[in-house]
Every structure is written in structure tokens, then in C-alpha cells.
């Protein structure tokens, strides 16, 4: 079965910095990119950036461009995603997901977010 | 950036109504869409990618259709269980965006 399973709820203080870990499982690492999508409290999704798993090429949103580094340990099949500078409005529920979309070299088609997962809450607060 | 536009945020409906959410984009987005149906607490889940393709397991009483920048999600015939928020989603053009989602609520 593919599974993401992601590190554990994070609380840091303003400023800081956070790493979430996503490990995959059950498919071929390389063969798929993988996305992160974050959640605030009851608000909608926001995308925050993708990695091409086979090769470490990134792109990221504009809004978060410069305090986000998304990074691939192809050993362990893990994907993680670090933002630093935080402040209250990146208090959220952080998600990593897989692109159905297949990969082949360093490029990938987008098509859609097939695995999730269980999601990593990230506190900000003094 | 694609802004995608959600209507309506909320619907109230009853047990075996036919729904419909539209999903309007900024720009065209040709097939580029996926629905999510999210529920309290729980992990986004893929219904529809490709505008019309129903993902592996969903239920069949979910549907997808359109083009360009317009697109549409139904559900046949309204179970219990499908008290969620829906999301559309575009990955046609960087970067990708989602809208902001559909509230519905089973009377």
C-alpha cells in the first residue's frame, strides 16, 4: 500500500525556524513528485511548493519564496520541507501529497493529488 | 496566478438531490482540475482529476465535467456520508491554486 507518513505536531516560537519530514512507502520514490499544501485554521488549502523527487529540482509560491526549502533524501525515500522566519500566520496544518502525475527525468506532469498525508500541525506562538 | 471561484460556498441539501458545484477560473485551465472532498479533520481526498476522471475507488455517484474555465462537480444522488467541504483544484499553470471551497451541509 502507498502511504506519506509525516513527522510530528511542531510548536515554535516567532522567528524560528520548522522541518516536517514525509516518508513515503509502497511506490517507486523517483518515479512521482511530491507536493506541499498547508491548511490554517478553518481555512481553505494553499499550495506551497513541489519537489521533482528523482533530482531535487523545486519550485516554490512566490508568498513563501525565500523562507522555504523543500529537499529530497532519496536513501530514505523522504521528503522535507523546512520554513524558517515564522510567524502566527504560518500556524497550520501542513500536508505533503503525491502527484499522480508521472515523472520521467528530471520532469513531471502535474495532474493531481492522489496520496496525502496525515498531515503535521505546526503552532506558532510567543 | 489562477484565482478559482467556488459557487456557492455553502449548500444545503437533502438525502438523493442531484448537486452541483462550479469551479470558475481566471484564466483557461483547458482539463487541468481536480475535486477533493475533505471532512472534519480529516486528509483532503482525491474524487476527480482531469476535469471528468473519477479516481480509483471513489464513489460512482461522483462526477466531473468541463472545460476552458469552467467546470462543474455533481453528485447524483446525495448519501449521508457526503457531508464535506469540496474543493476544485487547478495544476495547469504554475502555481498551483485551489479555490476556496464548498460547505455541504446534509439537511
Known amino acids: 500500500q502507498v502511504h506519506l507518513v509525516q513527522s510530528a505536531t511542531e510548536a515554535k516560537k516567532p522567528g524560528a525556524s520548522v522541518k516536517v519530514s514525509c516518508k513515503a512507502s509502497?511506490?517507486?520514490?523517483?518515479?512521482?513528485?511530491v507536493h506541499w499544501v498547508r491548511q490554517a485554521p478553518g481555512q481553505g488549502l494553499e499550495w506551497l511548493g513541489w519537489?521533482?523527487?528523482?533530482?531535487?529540482?523545486?519550485e516554490y509560491l512566490p508568498k513563501v519564496q525565500g523562507r522555504i526549502t523543500i529537499s529530497v533524501d532519496t536513501s530514505a525515500s523522504t521528503v522535507n520541507m523546512e520554513l524558517s522566519s515564522l510567524t502566527s500566520e504560518d500556524t497550520a496544518v501542513y500536508y505533503c501529497?503525491?502527484?499522480?502525475?508521472?515523472?520521467?527525468?528530471?520532469?513531471?506532469?502535474?495532474?493531481?493529488?492522489?496520496?496525502w498525508g496525515q498531515g503535521t500541525t505546526v503552532t506558532v506562538s510567543s | 496566478d489562477v484565482q478559482l471561484s467556488q459557487s456557492p460556498s455553502f449548500l444545503s441539501a437533502s438525502v438523493g438531490d442531484r448537486v452541483t458545484i462550479t469551479c470558475r477560473a481566471s484564466?483557461?485551465?483547458?482539463?487541468?482540475v481536480a475535486w477533493y472532498q475533505q471532512k472534519p479533520g480529516k486528509v483532503p481526498d482525491l474524487l476527480i482529476y482531469?476535469?471528468?476522471t473519477l479516481q480509483t475507488g471513489a464513489p460512482s455517484r461522483f462526477s466531473g465535467s468541463g472545460s476552458g474555465t469552467e467546470f462543474t462537480l455533481t453528485i447524483s444522488s446525495l448519501q449521508p456520508e457526503d457531508s464535506a467541504t469540496y474543493y476544485c483544484?487547478?495544476?495547469?499553470?504554475?502555481?498551483?491554486?485551489f479555490g476556496q471551497g464548498t460547505k455541504l451541509e446534509i439537511k
Open positions: 484564466h483557461d485551465i483547458t482539463g487541468y
Open positions: 519537489v521533482v523527487t528523482g533530482y531535487g529540482n523545486t
Open positions: 483544484q487547478q495544476v495547469k499553470h504554475y502555481a498551483v491554486t
Open positions: 501529497a503525491r502527484d499522480l502525475g508521472h515523472c520521467s527525468g528530471n520532469r513531471c506532469t502535474w495532474a493531481a493529488f492522489d496520496v
Open positions: 509502497g511506490y517507486r520514490f523517483s518515479d512521482y513528485a
Open positions: 482531469g476535469a471528468s
